[in-house]
């Protein structure tokens, strides 16, 4: 299934309508695997002729947030569409410090740990953000060739 199609049918099934914004913004994640600003989503737009100002960027991006359809990459301060049910709405993010791709990852063990010493301090811990940031596969291959 593809991503707009997917997100379209989340937002109906919460009571969201499918507004133009909304369409536009999706259909732009949608062939993006790198995370990207409000601003760059911008641009994009306009290179695609839609005019839409950054708060309207926001707003859409907001709500697709709060349906786990893109998440925030803490690192860049970017956005990725995020839509692999098979690993549920929790997972991590690897995120590309050179061309900004991200990869989605699981982790289960990362949180087994990560839950374990959170009890040993004694908290009650509810909830956590993970980001492991380096190069991706093609930019390690990038800057070997460059070597
Ligand atoms: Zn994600
Ligand atoms: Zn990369
Ligand atoms: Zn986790």
């Known amino acids: ?3 707009v199609i997917y997100a379209c049918e989340r937002l109906r099934a919460n009571g969201f309508r499918i507004t133009p914004p909304r369409r536009q913004v999706l259909s732009l994640l949608e062939g993006e695997e790198r995370a990207l600003s409000p601003y760059d989503m911008r641009e994009r737009l306009r290179q ?26 803490y690192r860049t301060g970017g956005y990725v569409r995020c839509w692999r049910s098979d690993l549920g709405a ?3 993010h690897l995120v590309c410090t050179d061309c900004g791709r991200v990869t989605e990852i699981t982790g289960d063990r ?3 740990v990560a839950d374990r010493e959170a009890r040993e301090n004694g908290y009650r811990v509810t909830g956590h953000i993970l ?17």
Do not use: N, P, W
């Open 48 to 73: 695609r002729r839609v005019k839409m100002d950054v708060v309207t960027v926001y707003r859409v991006l907001e709500v697709l947030e709060r349906l786990d359809l893109v998440h925030r990459v």
């Open 110 to 112: 990362i949180d087994e």
């Open 1 to 3: 299934m593809d991503y």
């Open 90 to 92: 929790h997972h991590h």
């Open 131 to 147: 980001e492991l940031f380096g190069l991706c596969g093609g930019c390690q291959a990038g800057s070997e060739r460059q070597a």
